[in-house]
């Protein structure tokens, strides 16, 4: 109500106000009653008769005009000019038609209380995809991509065989992938400190060569036991070489001692992120020179971690490609951690330490066996036996020496372990080459053995002139190499004029081998072929 409208209500109300409390006049016979003093009161609602309770004019007042108090016309700037001088508005409401229905709105759109609670975030898998990318970036000026070349054993066992040659980097091992992310990946302040080593192992190699590389200051603790050529090469890299202690775990005592002391990072191979997406690139170079690719086979001798971020990266590439690991039988690690549904920490069996010198009873931590559980479709184990033949077959067909870590993934596949890859493109990942000379001679000596290529026997001979060159005739008709020959008296009487000679032979493959055994056992009945 503007303020003209509240002016002309309040002297309206004290003009009735005055008629009300004034003397009443007396009423004469024949008059009618004044409408005034029947009209004395607001009347609001179905004053009228036979009016509508629902419907019902609304009336202030009475109809009675009364004398005008304001011109109308002055009224008009207020903008009210309704109700001036007694004038009644009516206001009424009609309904057309039947009652109508009442639709109601749809009340508003409430949200569940669940909706409003802390839903915790998927956690962040350990080892990403973008992780091993950007590691490849980081890497790419310090280490070479190694070829992936098609094997010419491939015919032999049915299969498109390609060799990812990772024993090619500089240090003779795909640990240079890791070594080399992780150390990038240090700080400055860290980097300038520098690091420390305390084990003859590839890792350590890879260590004292890329530290060297990014101007890293490098310290490699030795045992006395270590030899001296291993002690050359770490010196060759340009690592700072102390000897110290017996044993590997004097020299460790001392390393972590050292590396407390004077602020030295001391490391270890661990399931450190960054080394493990360092050795992911493998898998990335491996999808990208190799098409239509079905299996990878992967050796998972040392810390496991070239398994599982390899397995990371191909499965995020391609998840139907097959992953299959590869681990020694005399150290079966990862299958028994995949029964017992965790990593295994104390085996009962220890790992031949000259042949898998990287093997360890800690060497699965939680996280790589988890990705070795989420990725890896097959593990299998392969003997020694089997790995020593491998090594053999890389030096005749490949022109390459390996390691027996090297030669697991090729092992497993002509040892018949891998028969749903016949017909298929197959990826094998050859690790390492850092075998010592000597170890590498007896390696090779013990595979003509079980390769059927060396054989042994002792045969009695007469000590009549002639009888040692015809027995150097039938050898060289057969054209085998004769290795060793010894010639031993009979001290039994019964031998009288007779001696053992022992010889030990050397054929081209198992065939020939079988056709020498059958020649010599219908010239010479006593004959005994000797295990070596």
């Known amino acids: 109500m503007n303020f003209a409208a509240q002016f002309f209500y309040s002297s309206y109300l004290s003009e009735r106000l005055e008629r009300l409390y004034s003397p009443r006049p007396a009423l004469k016979d024949g008059d009618e009653k004044d409408p005034f003093w029947q009209r004395d009161e607001l009347v609001l609602g179905p004053s009228q008769p036979g009016g509508s309770d629902k419907c019902g004019h609304v009336t202030n007042g009475n109809a009675v005009r009364g004398t005008t108090l304001i011109e109308p016309e002055r009224l008009k700037d207020f903008g009210e000019e309704e109700l001036v001088n007694g004038d009644v508005k009516v206001y009424s409401t009609k309904v057309v038609g039947g009652p109508t229905e009442i639709v109601l709105k749809e009340p508003p759109k409430t ?16 080892l990403r995809f973008e992780e091993i990318s950007a590691a490849a970036f980081r890497i790419q000026a310090g280490i070479q991509k190694t070829p992936c070349t098609y094997s010419r054993l491939s015919k032999q066992y049915g299969m498109e065989i390609y060799l990812k040659k990772e024993h090619l980097h500089y240090t003779g091992s795909v640990k240079e992938r890791g070594v080399r992310h992780m150390l990038s990946s240090l700080t400055q302040v860290q980097q300038r400190k520098g690091v420390i080593v305390a084990t003859d192992c590839n890792f350590s190699m890879a260590v004292a060569h890329h530290a060297v590389e990014l101007n890293i200051p490098v310290f ?53 992120e960054a080394y493990l997406a360092g050795l992911g ?59 017992s549904n965790g990593p295994i920490k104390n085996m009962n069996s220890n790992p031949n330490k000259k ?34 033949v491998a090594m053999l077959r890389f030096q005749e067909f490949e022109r390459s020496t390996v390691d027996t870590e090297g030669a697991m993934g090729l092992a497993a596949i002509l040892a018949g372990k891998l028969p749903e890859l016949k017909g298929k493109r197959v990826a094998v990942v050859v690790t390492s080459a850092n075998m010592e000379l000597e170890l590498m001679r007896q390696c090779v000596d013990r595979a003509l053995v079980l390769d059927d290529r060396v054989s042994k026997f002792s045969v009695q001979l007469g000590e009549y002139p002639g009888d040692m060159a015809k027995l150097l005739d039938v050898l060289s008709r057969e054209e085998v190499r004769l290795l060793d020959v010894c010639q031993r008296r009979q001290s039994d009487k019964s031998d009288l004029f007779k001696a053992k000679v022992e010889c030990v032979v050397e054929t081209r493959d198992k065939t020939q081998s079988i056709q020498l055994r059958k020649v010599l056992s219908e010239r010479y009945p006593s004959i005994c072929w000797l295990d070596r």
Do not use: W
């Not at 949200?111 to 350990?126: A, G």
């Not at 939680?366 to 020593?388: G, I, M, P, Y």
């Open 111 to 126: 949200r569940r209380m669940s909706e409003f609670r802390h839903n915790p975030r998927p956690l962040v898998p350990f």
């Open 220 to 272: 490699v603790i030795m045992p006395s036991c270590c030899s001296s050529p291993r002690l050359r090469i770490y010196r060759d890299y340009g690592a700072m070489v102390i000897s110290y202690g017996s044993t590997g775990h004097d020299s460790q005592n001392h390393a972590r001692h050292l590396a407390s002391e004077n602020g030295y990072l001391y490391l270890e191979e661990e399931e450190n």
């Open 281 to 339: 690139t493998v898998g990335m170079e491996i999808y990208e020179q190799v098409s239509k690719l079905d299996a990878v086979v992967i050796p998972a001798a040392g810390q496991y971690g070239l398994l599982a971020a390899t397995a990371a990266a191909i499965k995020h590439l391609n998840s139907r490609i097959l992953v299959i690991g590869i681990e020694p039988e005399g150290f079966p690690l990862l299958q028994q951690s995949l029964k």
């Open 355 to 388: 042949l898998y010198g990287d093997l360890m009873e800690n060497s699965l931590g939680d996280n790589t066996f988890q990705l070795a559980k989420k990725l890896v479709d097959k593990v299998v184990s392969v003997s020694e036996e089997n790995s020593l």
